[in-house]
């Protein structure tokens, strides 16, 4: 049956490309009328009119000035649909188009498809408290403010007007009868229904109502339908994906491939400039638009993930158009790491020893004072970040959360200690991402060994005491988000294999494992003693617990420990 | 922001078009083809010293990236620059011996050449070394980006600088004109970079790749910033504070996103690096005309006396525009 879907077409620029499609629904035998906008200079739009003088069923319908969100779209719809209602007596459907839409689809499919369905209207519509569409808050208010002004010039007056409104709490009347429902402009409604909208006795109390509602052409027959239809189908026929910002997404060259994986019959909107686009779906049907297997989840898929991207973006990422306020990162780092504090100081071969037991890259004292100490001895990282401590110190944070960045996929561990360059402590014990787990105390142990004049020793141990003590506050801190384990050292030569397991445990990957070796704790034994020394030089260590004198004695009596662990 | 502050860069921005203004004097047309351009082309703005052997093939890359006309301000070339850009149909050239320096970086003349031509158009400025690369740069011209920029409203396009470097030592490789620059230096670092934000222009300062690795590895501060802001719907009242780094009025430096999300950027393939570098380095050591004293090129100079391979372990090596999205260079955005 020819000539049972005609098509409305609203067409505002790259007319060439509208001729065209034009054509091409011409050419399947689909009555054609087409609005052009008021905007449109009269000799381009005489022009475009003479460039499609010979088709007989292509025809134009009276031209309003349509401004994106204003009455204009719509007055121009009714007044093109009339015309078609009335010039083509054998169309079943009509089908709204705009200029940048593309048929995906042969014609003639489209036309079988609306045959098969002579009573269905495909038209998006739904409530405004079901759908989470609206961009910008105004989604019951659409229908219930006043719009004067144009949201495009003048957005300035149109948001205070808003605020005006709803602060003296004004409210427009919803004419009795109708339930306000939105959904996409694009639509195929059948004859009856259209007719039925169009020559309603209450028309002009509708359209006066719509006139002023915001955004009309997304509400006005979606409303209606609702009132006439005996079949509606509640969703659009046009494939059109919408960004953050309920515009609508362009298709290039490039989604070639995922348009013809659509199972759409009309795509909007295509990039007036997008060659093979037009020339693969505007071609003869034999030809082109070979059927492959529909996937229209890919398109989905695609757009969803830009949206996600816009507006959530990568965790953990810092770059040239992302830099998030401070609480708005989404993750202040890219993913899970492990500090460790104290442990290389009481464990002679900790790093070896932690590399072994987890798949985790093990790095040294990553904010060590002359240098970067990486694993592996490396003095460049991945991402080619430098050993200076210079270059990190510059940026602590943008150091750690490049790191963190560089080697997504595989854990970091690194030692830290008083020792270190402390301007990382806040950005870590806040980062939910790290995991520190710090044996307080440890750090005597080096200067326990060392061979250094007990006066430098006092002086030393004093200043680190110090700012270990800070660094246990801020860990303490209400604000700290990270998995943060505490012990003394008293505490934790105890029993050491247990934390070290819990530890290893939440690094995991090879975990489920029990841990078969343990690392070497230094020699203590005379520490007790050496804090001792300490207190008797009025320095009173008291970061590492209760080390009695007398246990000390006993600690060492029991080496040498066990190296296996016995479950 | 107050009030006093907003009129304070209010006068700023008077004073750099003002300056633009007293500058143009400086500026003698060569040849002035901008009647040729059409309303909606998309202009690129260039100032150039003896680069003559760069232009064949950057001419090429932003013809094919679909750059409608090309306005070179040439500072007193003496390598046959001037001649051969005047030859070119869609290149209208400018000639100057004045004063790079007191130019602020050629800032001054081209701001006065976008003032007078680029008015409602996109404009893309950049240096003959820099190549720009945006999301789908490798299938959608560079039309369909700023088509899309303008249903966004969007006004402004970030593009930062990425230091591209060759393997092995700079003069290894002899750079021929007409050849892809990336042949040769096609390395870059993927992830050390330093973003600040300024909050006087509201724009980020970014330092890091190899320059700060290498030559300020103990004075990082001192690196060279690397935003940019290369690509604007330009008006008249817009005005260029210092390079491409940022823009009055503040609002166009907003280029970023601060609530988590990515707003689209693309990346600006920097390729400084060739063997033609260190002759440069030495000539503009001489000439002084260089930002902060030059101290950039005298770090050079220190450094590639003695070993110039920027090339580490960890360099990456370039391959297209997706591979910068994926290392976080660079974003789609919600372009899709």
Redesign the interface.
């Known amino acids: 049956m020819t000539g049972s879907v005609g098509i409305v077409m609203l067409v505002h620029t790259a007319l060439a490309r509208a001729e065209q499609v034009a054509r091409h629904w011409a050419a399947a035998g689909c009555p054609v009328v087409i609005h052009v906008d008021k905007m449109v200079p009269r000799t381009t739009h005489d022009a475009f009119v003479a460039s499609l003088a010979d088709l007989p069923d292509v025809l134009f319908s009276r031209r309003y000035r349509c401004e994106w969100g204003t009455w204009g779209l719509v007055a121009a719809t009714q007044s093109a649909s009339e015309r078609m209602l009335a010039a083509f007596p054998a169309v079943r459907h009509v089908y709204l188009a705009s200029g940048s839409c593309l048929p995906l689809r042969p014609v003639q499919e489209l036309i079988d498809y609306l045959a098969a369905r002579p009573r269905t209207d495909f038209i998006e519509s739904a409530t405004t408290s079901d759908v989470p569409w609206t961009v910008g808050g105004l989604d019951e208010e659409r229908f219930t403010l006043r719009f004067p002004f144009s949201w495009r010039k003048n957005r300035y007056l149109f948001d205070r007007y808003v605020a005006l409104q709803r602060k003296v709490g004004f409210k427009r009347r919803i004419p009795h009868g109708i339930v306000p429902h939105m959904g996409s402009q694009w639509w195929c409604l059948t004859r009856q229904t259209l007719s039925a909208i169009l020559q309603d006795p209450e028309r002009s109390t509708y359209d006066r109502y719509f006139s002023k509602v915001w955004i009309p052409d997304e509400s006005y027959f979606q409303t209606l339908a609702r009132q006439y239809s005996t079949n509606i189908e509640s969703r659009s026929l046009t494939l059109s994906k919408f ?3 309920g ?1 609508p ?2 298709f ?3 989604h070639l491939q995922l348009l013809r994986r659509s199972d759409c019959f009309v795509a909007r909107k295509i ?1 007036p ?1 997008a060659e093979r686009l037009f020339e693969a779906f505007l071609t003869d049907e034999a030809s082109a638009m070979k059927r492959t297997e529909p996937n229209p989840g890919k398109i989905d898929r ?2 969803a ?3 996600e ?6 965790a953990g ?9 401070q609480d ?3 993750g202040v780092t890219s993913g899970p790491y492990s500090v460790f504090g104290g442990f290389s100081d009481l464990f002679e071969d900790f790093e070896d020893w932690l590399g072994r037991a987890t798949d985790a890259r093990v790095h040294g004292h990553l904010f060590g004072p002359k240098r970067v100490e990486y694993g592996g001895g ?1 003095n ?7 050993d ?1 401590a ?2 990190r110190d ?2 602590p944070r ?2 750690l959360a ?1 790191l963190i ?2 080697t997504r996929g595989e854990r970091q561990c690194f030692q830290f200690g008083p020792a270190d360059a402390q301007d990382i402590t806040w950005f870590i014990a806040k980062d939910p991402n790290a995991q520190i787990s710090v044996i307080s105390g440890a750090w005597a142990v080096p200067l326990f060994k060392s061979n250094r004049n007990f006066a430098d020793i006092r002086k030393e141990a004093a200043e680190l005491q110090k700012i270990e003590s800070e660094f246990l506050n801020t860990l303490r801190s209400p604000y700290a988000k990270a998995r943060i384990r505490i012990w003394t050292m008293a505490e934790f030569i105890e029993a050491p294999m247990e934390p070290l397991q819990s530890i290893i445990d939440e690094i995991g990957h090879r975990a489920l494992r029990r841990l078969a070796e343990a690392p070497k704790m230094a020699d203590l034994s005379g520490f007790g003693q050496f804090l001792q020394n300490l207190k008797n030089q009025g320095m009173h260590p008291h970061l590492m617990g209760d080390f009695s004198l007398e246990r000390d004695t006993s600690v060492p009596a029991k080496q040498p420990r066990k190296p296996y662990l016995v479950q | 922001m107050g009030f006093w502050r907003t009129y304070r860069l209010r006068l700023q921005r008077k004073r750099w078009l003002i300056r633009a203004f007293r500058k143009r004097r400086e500026l003698k047309a060569i040849v002035n083809r901008t009647a040729a351009i059409k309303p909606g082309d998309i202009l690129l703005f260039c100032t150039q010293r003896n680069e003559h052997v760069r232009h064949p093939y950057f001419l090429k890359y932003y013809r094919d990236m679909g750059v409608n006309h090309f306005l070179i301000v040439d500072n007193d070339s003496t390598d046959g620059s001037l001649d051969y850009l005047a030859d070119q149909p869609d290149v209208s050239v400018w000639h100057t011996k004045a004063s790079y320096k007191r130019s602020r970086f050629g800032v001054d003349w081209l701001n006065w050449l976008q003032r007078k031509y680029g008015h409602g158009h996109w404009t893309l400025v950049v240096d003959p070394d820099e190549f720009l690369i945006y999301p789908f740069s490798d299938t959608r011209p560079l039309r369909a980006l700023t088509d899309w920029l303008d249903a966004s409203s969007i006004k402004s396009f970030s593009a930062m600088l990425l230091d591209m470097y060759p393997k092995g030592r700079i003069d290894e490789q002899p750079y021929r004109a007409g050849q892809d620059p990336l042949e040769i230096a096609s390395w870059f670092d993927a992830g050390n970079y330093v973003i600040e934000r300024n909050t006087r222009y509201g724009n980020l300062w970014i330092q890091g790749g190899p320059r700060q690795r290498m030559f300020f590895a103990d004075a990082p501060e001192k690196a060279p910033a690397l935003n940019k802001i290369p690509l604007v719907k330009w008006d008249r009242k817009y005005t260029y504070v210092s390079s491409t780094h940022m823009l009055l009025p503040r609002g166009l430096n907003l280029v970023y996103d601060e609530w988590g999300g990515e707003k689209a950027s693309g990346v600006l393939l920097h390729t400084k690096f060739l063997d033609t570098f260190a002759i440069k380095a030495a000539e503009e050591l001489n000439r002084k005309q260089h930002y902060a004293a030059s101290v950039e090129y005298k770090a050079y100079a220190e450094s590639l006396k003695d070993n110039p391979d920027l090339w580490c372990k960890w360099s990456e090596k370039y391959i297209n525009w997706r591979q910068l999205e994926i290392l976080g260079l660079m974003s789609k955005g919600n372009w899709a």
């Open positions: 960004d953050f910002q515009k997404h362009i290039y060259d490039d990039w400039h695609i757009f993930k830009a949206v991207r816009r507006t959530r973006g990568r990422l810092y770059m040239q158009s992302r830099w998030p306020n708005w990162e989404n490396q460049v990282m991945n991402g080619a970040l430098s200076s210079a270059v510059y940026s943008a150091f490049n960045w560089n």
